[in-house]
């Protein structure tokens, strides 16, 4: 399977823990983005890296999120001192730079629950 | 303000029927208009892209159609099966200075009924 690829795909946990999702992309694709999506909404932007560069940055991201790609290839999300707010849908997806913005693929998700 | 308003937010048919979902945005300068396929609990999959010079483009049983002078984009399902049965979203895409930003809308649930 050469999609995109994200693990773990159920994590729970209770709130004040540290979490950390990873995710692999198509490995030709430069950019990387990670979304989170709650029930009934769409999904919401949180960050985006080209390569190894975080270029943007949501205002959602809270100082109690990080994500890195340090190899400009997987990346990694972590939340730390979960809230019960932070339960939600953490996809990644995947593109190549185009003029279009590139066409996104996405992976399965990392779905969260802080109890 | 730039904005994706999709309708109807809800919608109940039974298999092998058409059905069409709305797509409204407000967003400039525009780029291109995504609909995605999104199943329960799993990640979007992409039906379509088009830009500001198409106005249908065809995936299967999906037909996109986009009206860029009334910022208007619609989905037309043919045939409904069961596995239909999906939230499709609607993603507008805008530059922004040197950068394209995504614009999501809340998306329509189709339940495809037997």
């Known amino acids: 399977d050469t999609g995109v690829s994200q693990d773990p795909r159920h994590k729970i946990t209770k709130r004040g823990q540290n979490v950390t999702f990873r995710c692999d992309p198509i490995s030709e694709h430069n950019r990387l983005y990670w979304y989170r999506q709650t029930l009934g909404q769409g999904p919401e932007f949180l960050t985006y890296f080209q390569n190894e560069a975080q270029l943007e940055k949501s205002r959602l991201l809270s100082d109690r999120f990080s994500a890195e790609r340090p190899k400009g290839s997987f990346s990694t999300l972590e939340i730390q001192r979960t809230e019960q707010g932070d339960s939600a849908m953490y996809l990644c997806a995947s593109s190549l730079s185009g003029l279009d913005g590139g066409e996104l693929f996405f992976g399965e998700g990392s779905r969260l629950t802080v109890l | 303000k730039n904005q994706v308003e999709q309708s109807p937010q809800s919608l109940i048919i039974l298999e092998g029927k058409n059905c069409t979902l709305q797509c409204n945005y407000t967003v400039s300068p525009f780029s291109n208009l995504r609909w995605y396929k999104q199943d329960t609990g799993r990640g979007p999959v992409s039906l379509t892209i088009m830009t500001f010079s198409e106005n249908t483009k065809s995936n299967g049983r999906y037909t996109a159609t986009l009206d860029a002078d009334t910022k208007q984009s619609s989905l037309h399902i043919t045939a409904s099966q069961l596995s239909d049965s999906a939230s499709y979203i609607c993603?507008?895409?805008?530059?922004?200075?040197?950068?394209?930003?995504?614009?999501w809308g809340l998306g329509t649930s189709l339940a495809v009924n037997p």
């Open positions: 993603v507008v895409i805008f530059n922004a200075g040197n950068n394209r930003k995504l614009i």
